[in-house]
């Protein structure tokens, strides 16, 4: 009688924990439907107040300008160079 109890005991148990393991599942499950459902009705965060710095753009105008005056002269001094370097006497 003891030994039936027991066993039907021991039965009961590892039902518990398989019902108990199975909900813990759909819990986790209920949560990350949740989060893909909050996920997937998001937008992106509203930029429309925001205002471009124009100056920001007029300085890297200004910046590309005087760097291209740069090469130009550069490439004026490297001509020098070479045409010094022909002559001879200079």
């Not at 989060?35 to 937008?43: G, P, V």
């Not at 753009?57 to 005056?69: L, N, R």
């Amino acid at each position: 009688m003891v030994k039936n109890i027991k066993d039907n005991l021991t039965n009961i148990v590892v039902v518990l924990g398989l019902v108990a393991s199975i909900g813990a599942g759909f819990t986790k499950f209920a949560k990350m439907e949740s989060t893909i459902e909050q996920l997937s009705t998001a937008t992106a965060p509203d930029l429309s107040g925001i205002e471009t710095n124009g100056f920001a753009i007029i300085d890297q105008d200004k910046e590309i300008a005087i760097i291209q005056k740069e090469i130009e002269v550069l490439k004026l001094e490297i001509q020098e160079l070479k045409e010094s370097s022909k002559n001879p006497l200079g």
